[in-house]
C-alpha cells in the first residue's frame, strides 16, 4: 500500500474537522506524539484552520494542540479528496 501513515492520521483528523469535532489521537487510534505532527503539518500546509499549539519545556514540545473552532480550508477538502480517490485507486487494484 502506497499510503503513507502520517497521511492517513491527516485524513483522519481532517474528517473530525469537516464534522466540527474535535480530534483525540486515542480515537483516531495513534501516538500523542504522532497526533502532534500530523496537526503541526495540517497547520503548516494550511489545511485548516484556528489550530494552536501550547509548547514548553527544553525543547519547547507541543504540551498541547487546540483545535476547537478550527474549519478546513478548500487545500484541506483537496487534501481529503485526493486522499479518499488514492485509497479507492488502491482498493480497486487489489481486486483484479
Not at 2 to 8: G, S
Not at 10 to 14: A, D, P
Given at each position: 500500500m502506497?499510503?503513507?501513515?502520517?497521511?492517513?492520521i491527516?485524513?483522519?483528523?481532517?474528517k473530525y474537522i469537516e464534522q466540527?469535532?474535535?480530534?483525540e489521537f486515542r480515537e483516531i487510534g495513534t501516538s500523542k506524539k504522532a497526533f502532534y505532527a500530523a496537526?503541526?503539518?495540517i497547520h503548516k500546509a494550511d489545511w485548516a484552520t484556528n489550530i494552536t499549539?501550547?509548547?514548553?519545556?527544553?525543547?519547547?514540545r507541543i504540551k498541547m494542540a487546540v483545535v476547537t473552532g478550527s474549519r478546513l480550508?478548500?487545500?484541506g477538502r483537496y487534501f481529503i479528496t485526493d486522499f479518499e480517490r488514492k485509497v479507492?485507486?488502491?482498493?480497486?487494484?487489489?481486486?483484479?
Open positions: 502506497n499510503i503513507k501513515r502520517n497521511e492517513a491527516i485524513y483522519l483528523i481532517l466540527e469535532e474535535e480530534p496537526l503541526e503539518e499549539f501550547k509548547r514548553g519545556g527544553l525543547l519547547n480550508t478548500q487545500s479507492a485507486s488502491e482498493d480497486s487494484h487489489h481486486n483484479i
